[in-house]
């Protein structure tokens, strides 16, 4: 029912108000429950990546359950920017 799960992660752990940046991150995962899959992407907001990512190559699970599904999928450090912090 357009239902997804963003995750934003900050490799920088830079709190400071600003536009997102090389090691800023806003992924989305959709359930895809009839496909028993995940469907993953990653939106661009600034400079962090030269555009915004589809389909993105993750494993990933989601299965049906009584009052909604149950959604899993690995995320590959190499789609993260790292820092220096890192």
């Keep these: 029912m357009g ?3 963003e995750l ?3 490799t920088k752990n830079d709190k400071r108000p600003r536009s ?3 090691g800023d991150h806003q992924f989305w995962f959709v359930p895809l429950i009839d496909e028993g899959q995940v469907y993953a992407g990653q939106w661009k907001r600034g400079n962090e990546i030269p555009e915004t990512r589809y389909d993105l ?3 990933g699970a ?3 359950i009584e009052g909604g599904y149950i959604v ?3 995320l590959p450090a190499s789609f993260l920017q790292a820092s220096s912090r890192c």
């Design 72 to 74: 899993e999928f690995l």
């Design 3 to 5: 239902d997804c799960l």
């Design 62 to 64: 989601a299965q049906k």
């Design 20 to 22: 997102f940046e090389p």
């Design 8 to 10: 934003f992660i900050d």
């Design 57 to 59: 190559p993750i494993e």
